[in-house]
């Protein structure tokens, strides 16, 4: 093992804070430690899932450090902590968060006792996981402050040093159970490829530096895909097919910058495919964004919590919700060129209440300038608003008809006259909080 911390540039030397379970492999990693001398101190964490087998996981730690005069870290975590239906995750977060606490910004590692038969496990569980590149690589030796001294050595190689040292550990009965995906890795696939290879551990372990060697160069790749993209407003991306069909590789590079997001390669498989066959329209959803192909792009943005604009009904003039109505004499406006989110009317085609509403299938009006009736979803396509902005868009109506597609444009038959005399001036509050 000394061998290994020279290899790896680790001072012996500097703290070291130990993560002790009480199984056999935590036990020999602690065992070793105390060989070299090493300032040692013990972080054990009692999660209290196994009951009174729990308590004995905890009473051999303390035993031992008693008996080595190490310092030692208790935590002990109560049923009401528990916040999370994935206990594993959540008891992961929680004692690295608390390692992290007690290293307190100091010098020093945190030692964990990952071997290679873990590493084996881990590639192949996140290879039947479609992982990508990145899950290939393996349990890095070192994570930051984290390190992990036993990565050179198998279980079997564990268990046999530690019977020759003649160590106490705890066994939890858990681990012997095919109930786990993990499990089923250790107990039923990893002892038919020790038939066709009895050292795959240490060959997938000089395989998983290539690994991370070609991982390291992928991710330049990705980060170079991503900084070619277009920005869109509301935090999201405008890839456009070309580049896509321009870039080698593209639909893999396309698929580790949407996973950030949340999507899986089989819905970037399709969106491609989509884009490629001009399928405008086509929507893909994570649980924090949504995918558009349309107008030969894929569009990225955030989902929109409320999308759909509630009703708002405007009896006269004055602040309503977003909209602020006021009266305008004709002869005070110098120019009607407004910022799009203000609108001008003629008065005397208002007819009182107005109402503000979600746009919906067969809406349509008659768009300033035009003579004909146009649907608002043909405009919207053709004044190229994309998905995101169109859900969030409302309409303002008088007497049934349209008036108003807010922010976007007004209807011909209330625009302001050469012989208008009073006028309607409406702001859009809202949009011009945002902007």
Not at 84 to 93: C, K, N, V, Y
Not at 148 to 174: C, G, M, N
Request: a neutral charge; aromatic letters at 10%; one cysteine or more.
């Amino acid at each position: 093992m000394l061998q290994f911390f020279k290899e790896n540039h680790w001072n012996p030397q500097q703290r070291l804070l130990v993560a002790v379970s009480g199984g056999i492999d935590s036990m020999v990693l602690l065992d070793l430690l105390g060989q070299l001398g090493a300032p040692l101190e013990v972080a054990h964490v009692n999660y209290g899932l196994r009951g009174e087998a729990s308590e004995a996981d905890e009473q051999l730690v303390r035993d031992y450090c008693a008996e080595k005069k190490l310092t030692l870290h208790l935590k002990k975590v109560q049923a009401a902590d528990w916040k999370s239906e994935s206990i594993q995750l959540e008891a992961r977060t929680i004692r690295y968060q608390w390692f992290s606490e007690l290293m307190g910004g100091k010098a020093g590692y945190i030692c964990t006792a990952h071997h290679a038969s873990d590493s084996l496990e881990t590639i192949l569980y996140n290879l039947s996981k479609g992982s990508g590149v990145r899950g290939l690589r393996g349990i890095p030796v070192e994570n930051g402050s984290i390190i992990r001294p036993l990565l050179f050595a198998t279980r079997e190689e564990i268990l046999a040093y530690a019977q020759e040292r003649k160590l106490v550990w705890r066994e939890d009965a858990s681990n012997q159970k095919a109930i786990y995906s993990r499990n089923k890795i250790r107990l039923q696939v990893v002892p038919v490829l020790k038939e066709i290879n009895p050292s795959v551990e240490q060959t997938v372990q000089a395989h998983s530096r290539f690994v991370r060697a070609a991982a390291h160069y992928w991710e330049q790749a990705v980060q170079a895909f991503v900084d070619q993209q277009v920005p869109v407003e509301g935090g999201g991306w405008k890839l456009s097919v070309q580049g896509i069909e321009q870039t080698p590789y593209a639909e893999e590079l396309l698929g580790e910058m949407l996973a950030a997001y949340g999507f899986v390669f089989e819905q970037v498989q399709a969106a491609v495919e989509a884009l490629k066959k001009g399928g405008t329209g086509k929507v893909f959803y994570s649980e924090s964004h949504t995918l558009l192909v349309e107008r030969e792009c894929l569009w990225l943005f955030l989902k929109e919590d409320n999308p759909a604009f509630e009703t708002l009904t405007i009896p006269a003039l004055g602040q309503w919700g977003d909209f602020e109505l006021k009266s305008v004499p004709a002869s005070s406006i110098v120019s009607l060129v407004s910022p799009p989110h203000v609108a001008y009317f003629d008065a005397q085609q208002v007819q009182w209440p107005l109402k503000v509403r979600a746009w919906q299938t067969g809406d349509w009006f008659i768009p300033l300038g035009m003579k004909g009736k146009k649907k608002l979803s043909d405009f919207m396509i053709d004044a190229k608003i994309p998905l995101n902005l169109k859900a969030s868009l409302p309409v303002l109506e008088s007497a049934g008809a349209i008036m108003w597609l807010v922010g976007q444009r007004i209807d011909e038959r209330f625009k302001v006259k050469p012989d208008s005399t009073e006028l309607i001036r409406i702001e859009w509050i809202k949009q011009r909080t945002d902007d």
